[in-house]
């Protein structure tokens, strides 16, 4: 199975700031890639699809990038509400489908 | 309005069994891949099982393989997961997922629902 490692695993960060988190595959997976965002006690909620198109109704402060095996999720201006749990999933292996570990998104 | 509300949760004993459902509403529920993803408690997401817009193709992940089974009912917008010889780690939250585009299976889940709780305690 095609495993997902996020990097990093938490991070602090402040209203404002531009926060990259990178997703790698153990083997490539073309474009097959989302990112979704998850607030505690809720629902996971798409952000990007196919690596770098963003899902309708997210703000564009939101980006992806990548194929192949690297991929990244770029805020470009934090702010309070994107404070959540973030998680890349690739489908480039189906029916063997694969979440990466997470990555935490705190408040400094 | 899209959405999409599971129910069935609650708390088994060990090798017994579970249905849940979910209620598909605001889109045309015959058209897409549904999907189910579990939650442990505290830990990330994982993949169980998926089913094509029709029915015909269903794939499971290799932790439910042979215990769990994912249909759909068409005529009534649901999903369902009926889970057989449940285990400790079993347990988690239960979400139902479509997926992003029409008619495929193999892409990103757009709409999700709240999820329910599964508890497998004796």
């Known amino acids: 199975a095609i495993q997902l490692t996020q990097s990093p695993s938490s991070l602090s960060a402040s209203v404002g700031d531009r926060v990259t988190i990178t997703c790698r595959a153990s083997?490539?997976?073309?474009?097959?890639l989302a990112w979704y965002q998850q607030k505690p006690g809720k629902a996971p909620k798409l952000l990007i699809y196919?690596?770098?198109s963003l899902e309708s109704g997210v703000p564009s402060r939101f980006s992806g990038s990548g194929s192949g095996t690297d991929f990244t999720l770029t805020i470009s201006s934090l702010q309070p509400e994107d404070f959540a749990t973030y998680y890349c999933?690739?489908?480039?292996?189906?029916?063997?489908?694969?979440f990466g570990q997470g990555t935490r998104l705190e408040i400094k | 309005q899209v959405q999409l509300v599971e129910s069935g949760g609650g708390v088994v004993q060990p090798g017994r069994s579970l249905r849940l459902s979910c209620a598909a509403s605001g889109f045309t529920f015959s058209s897409y891949g549904m999907h189910w993803v579990r939650q442990a408690p505290g830990k990330g997401l994982e993949w169980v099982a998926v089913i094509s817009y029709d029915g015909s193709n269903k794939y499971y992940a290799d932790s439910v393989k042979g215990r769990f089974t994912i249909s759909r009912d068409n005529s009534k917008n649901t999903l369902y997961l009926q889970m057989n010889s449940l285990r400790a780690e079993d347990t988690a939250v239960y979400y139902c997922?479509?997926?992003?585009?029409?008619?495929?299976?193999?892409?990103?889940?757009?709409?999700w629902g709240q999820g329910t709780m599964v508890t497998v305690s004796s």
């Open positions: 083997q490539g997976i073309s474009s097959a």
């Open positions: 997922a479509k997926t992003h585009d029409y008619g495929d299976t193999a892409g990103a889940f757009d709409i």
């Open positions: 196919d690596a770098s």
């Open positions: 999933q690739q489908f480039n292996s189906y029916p063997a489908i694969t």
